[in-house]
């Protein structure tokens, strides 16, 4: 051991004696505050009887600030008991300009020491620590609310601390993070997705850290971190903005619940509460207040996994369009200027003439077409009533109230829909049958139309919102998402890996949608060894992808003699898990009959099978479609039945490569009869 390292080994322990003290601190507070608490309480409890409103208002509100500390004083407690097994992972020394150099550690979360008055370890969102992954050794600079700090890093290291321990420290005279990321990416995935704050890459920091962007679009390649960097972005919006912003004020659009589950993890573990989750369908459901049952996203694509239908691909492609969002536009302009068709109207003798009706609809431009009739009728009520010199019957008030919305040709909103596709001359990309469900490309156009005939309520509330797979969503999605949404977005994805290569939107299709868009691209992936990103680049290339060198086996295509050895084969690369050190298996199929095959197949326990209504990620072995792998990783891969029958069309190709680009260390496929053509090069 070295002199730097035992100096350091020596801090390490001093630190955690200073966290040691400040834990039973924090133990004594706690325990006064609840004893304070105790004692209000039944005083309170025996001077009732003589306490006024306002006493007791007073005495209640006493009460919640004393549980608040008390609150407080339990999270600051479970923060410090966390960093006393790994209090920081990085340091610099930093001299800003004409003062003295000062070591800077840099860690999950802060602390602040009372007794010496100052910060000992400083969080990875402070405004210092972001020069920790922005520079190198040298000029360096940071940003603080009150101007641009400057000066020189004259040091920089990076350690791993676990349980205490001092693992290894690295010195940073060149390049930064390399080989610490190497160690944490040759890691096993044995659970939920991790934080990353230790080695977050500068193109990664510049998007966390990014507070300018009204709309944040993130396109990155499979694996690049667009998750991870989404919720690290999250976790430092909170920081940012504590006194505006808390948790309960994001709101996260997520692909499916085992998704959410999967993620749920990393902001508790960054110190930050739970976020709302919400997928699509929800959202969905919510907004058309349940009146039409309608096919999910998932069934959707299952639909066309499962025949290939040339009419409703056809209906899919278009209602995913640019063009069809311009012309719902279109059709709302037509339908102001020409479903109106004024009459005047007489009411006892009172004429109110036509252009009085259709100069009151006019002016009534700002408010949603469907919600202007009401307003008219009162207007026309006013005139009738000043007209005739005496107040109106309750029947002439309704008269007025009925014949007004029965001048305008249409006002059902599904009735309005309908009559859209007859006004474009294609009436036949319309399919509404009552036994069936709506069509999922049906749903948000018709909410759009909603939103803008009949106005709804927005989400005022949420003060960030992050969507996920922003690929599978369409313009029509992204236009209701705009005007609902009015906060700050991030939104994120790869076009790469759409579920529906007909619906798929890229960063450019939304960036249409958000001319305010701040577009970054991530071309360096992070998941999986150079093997199996080349050997999914023959699926869907990509020129500009920048693997990180990491190396494993090649991936495997293991030929069968029919299902029953495919299955055994299938039955032998669980068995072989088991002992291979790996800790997550996924075995990825292109459609749930064929995941519950195999899972008929594998019966042990410890197998689980993941569906559509699966709500929770789970340990060990999963079975499981391709959509619903989304977003997961696993140490290993099995992909069943990459035979040519299976594989043939757009859509498969896509799920393929969804499950290709799932595997951290080890991939193998599996078919009998003819190879895929996607894979037979
Ligand atoms: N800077 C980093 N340091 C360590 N690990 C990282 C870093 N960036 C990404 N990773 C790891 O790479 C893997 C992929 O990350 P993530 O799932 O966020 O990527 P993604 O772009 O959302 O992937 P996909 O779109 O394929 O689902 C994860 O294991 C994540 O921990």
Not at 112 to 125: P, S
Not at 162 to 183: A, K, P, T, Y
Not at 245 to 263: C, E, G, Q, T, W
Not at 439 to 453: P, S
């Amino acid at each position: 051991m070295n002199a730097t390292e035992r100096e350091e080994r020596e801090y390490l322990e001093h630190i955690k004696e200073q966290l040691t003290r400040a834990v039973v601190r924090v133990d004594e507070a706690v325990k006064q505050s609840s004893n304070e608490l105790r004692q209000k309480k039944s005083y309170i409890h025996e001077h009732q009887s003589g306490m006024d409103e306002a006493d007791m208002v007073a005495a209640g509100q006493s009460i919640n600030r004393m549980a608040f500390t008390g609150e407080a004083a339990v999270t600051r407690k479970r923060k410090l008991l966390k960093l006393m097994q790994s209090p920081y992972f990085g340091r610099i020394d930093f001299a800003a300009q004409g003062q003295a150099t000062v070591p800077v550690y840099i860690g999950m979360y802060s602390f602040f020491d009372e007794q010496q008055r100052a910060n000992l370890i400083y969080d990875w969102r402070a405004p210092v620590s972001s020069m920790f992954y922005d520079f190198e050794l040298g000029e360096a600079s940071y940003p603080t609310p009150s101007g641009t700090v400057r000066g020189t890093i004259e040091r920089k290291r990076q350690y791993k601390v676990r349980d205490g321990r001092l693992e290894f420290m690295i010195e940073n005279d060149v390049n930064i993070h390399d080989d610490v990321l190497q160690r944490e990416l040759a890691k096993s995935s044995d659970d939920k997705m991790k934080t990353i704050v230790a080695t977050i890459q500068r193109d990664q920091n510049a998007v966390i850290r990014n507070e300018t962007a009204p709309v944040m679009v993130i396109q990155g390649v499979a694996g690049s971190g667009k998750t991870s960097i989404a919720l690290h972005r999250i976790a430092f919006l909170l920081y940012r903005y504590r006194e505006t912003i808390a948790a309960r004020d994001i709101l996260i659009i997520s692909p499916n619940k085992v998704f959410a589950d999967y993620i749920s993890n990393v902001l508790p573990e960054l110190g930050e509460e739970h976020i709302p989750e919400m997928g699509m369908e929800e959202l969905a459901a919510d907004l058309l207040e349940n009146r039409y049952p309608f096919q999910t996203f998932f069934e959707q694509v299952s639909a066309l996994l499962e025949r290939h239908d040339a009419a409703f691909i056809e209906r899919i492609r278009f209602k995913s369009s640019f063009e069809f969002l311009s012309r719902l536009n279109q059709y709302l302009l037509h339908i102001e200027n020409n479903y109106f068709s004024v009459r005047e109207l007489r009411v006892g003798r009172t004429v109110v003439p036509a252009a009085l009706l259709q100069q009151k609809f006019k002016a009534y431009h700002r408010v949603p077409l469907l919600k202007r009739f009401a307003l008219v009728a009162n207007d026309v009520r006013a005139y009738v009533r000043d007209a005739a010199g005496r107040k109106l019957t309750g029947q002439e008030k309704g008269t007025i109230g009925e014949a007004i919305p029965c001048m305008f040709r249409l006002t059902n909103v599904l009735d309005l829909y309908r009559d859209f596709y007859q006004w474009i001359g294609r009436p036949e990309l319309l399919r509404i049958d009552h036994r069936q469900p709506l069509e999922y490309a049906d749903v948000f156009a018709l909410i759009y139309l909603r939103l803008r005939l009949e106005g709804i309520t927005v989400y005022e509330h949420v003060k960030h919102l992050l969507v996920d797979e922003m690929q599978d969503y369409t313009p029509v999605q992204y236009a209701v998402l705009s005007r609902l949404f009015l906060c700050r977005k991030t939104i994120l994805g790869d076009v790469s890996q759409t579920v529906n290569p007909y619906s798929a939107s890229s960063a450019e299709t939304i960036e249409r949608v958000f001319p305010q868009a701040e577009v970054v691209r991530l071309n360096r992936s992070y998941r999986s060894t150079l093997e199996i990103t080349a050997f999914a680049q023959q699926l869907r290339p990509n020129p500009d992808i920048l693997p990180l060198e990491r190396h494993g086996p090649v991936p495997e295509i293991r030929r069968c003699n029919g299902t029953d050895e495919e299955l055994a084969a299938i039955r032998q690369l669980t068995a072989a898990f088991g002992s291979s050190g790996h800790q997550s298996l996924g075995i990825i199929c292109k459609t749930l009959r064929q995941a519950e095959r195999v899972h008929e197949a594998l019966p042990a326990p410890g197998i689980h099978l993941l569906t559509e209504e699966s709500t929770s990620f789970k340990e060990g072995i999963i079975i499981t479609t391709a959509h619903l792998a989304k977003g997961l990783e696993f140490d290993a891969v099995v992909v069943p039945f990459v035979s040519a029958h299976s594989y043939k069309t757009e859509v498969d190709k896509s799920m393929l490569y969804v499950a290709c680009t799932r595997a951290m260390h080890q991939l193998t496929l599996t078919y009998s009869g003819e190879l895929t053509a996607f894979l037979a090069s």
